[in-house]
């Protein structure tokens, strides 16, 4: 029997869910069968082998959904194997005490499970994207106080060997099938 991975995210201009596809491709390269859903789709995580979390960052925190999705199956969380990855612009600048700050945005989710990877990766924003003038401003008063363009910084070469990494680490050969 094939096993069965959960890849879940939350997102809110899409280019988390984007990664989250990206990781589910090169899972299910290796005979899985993968489902990808927006944790707010997903009600029971019984019939998956294996499982990776994803959310944006705002404000320096994961998307209240995430949160809640993880407090909400926490026991099941610490029983199958479970990778987290986040989405982030500071990651992309080029200033590395930004860098610094990046690993403490897992520490509410650290906190109640414990993954078995995590990784961090940046993201794309484009401040016209989101409707209310107020979020535009603040989205480009960010980019300029990091000194970002406006833009797409996802790197799949290295979304591509976390995921190649974390299938050997969710599904190590033999034991699934
Ligand atoms: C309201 C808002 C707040 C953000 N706050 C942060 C932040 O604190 N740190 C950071 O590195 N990126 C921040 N970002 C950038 C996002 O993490 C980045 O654009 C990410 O790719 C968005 O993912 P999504 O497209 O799936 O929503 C913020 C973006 C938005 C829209």
């Not at 610094?100 to 990784?119: K, Y």
């Not at 910084?153 to 033999?174: C, F, H, N, T």
Request: with cysteine.
């Amino acid at each position: 029997m094939n096993s069965k991975i959960l890849i879940t995210y939350a997102s809110q201009g899409g280019s988390t869910a984007g990664v989250a596809s990206a990781i589910g491709q090169t899972l299910a390269s290796t005979g899985a069968e993968v489902i990808v859903l927006p944790v707010k789709e997903v009600t029971n995580l019984d019939s998956y082998q294996a499982i990776v979390i994803g959310s944006a960052v705002h404000s320096g925190k994961w998307m209240p959904e995430a949160l809640v999705f993880i407090q909400q199956h926490q026991n099941s969380l610490r029983r199958i194997p479970t990778a987290i990855f986040q989405v982030c612009l500071m990651l992309a600048a080029n200033n590395e005490q930004y860098k610094t700050f990046v690993p403490d945005w897992l520490t509410p989710v650290r906190s109640q499970i414990r993954p078995a990877a995590e990784g961090s990766f940046a993201g794309a924003l484009w401040p016209d994207q989101y409707s209310k003038f107020t979020e535009k401003l603040g989205l480009r008063i960010f980019l300029a106080t990091i000194k970002l363009k406006a833009g797409d910084y996802r790197d799949w070469d290295e979304i591509q060997k976390w995921s190649e990494k974390v299938s050997a680490l969710l599904l190590p050969k033999g034991i699934y099938g």
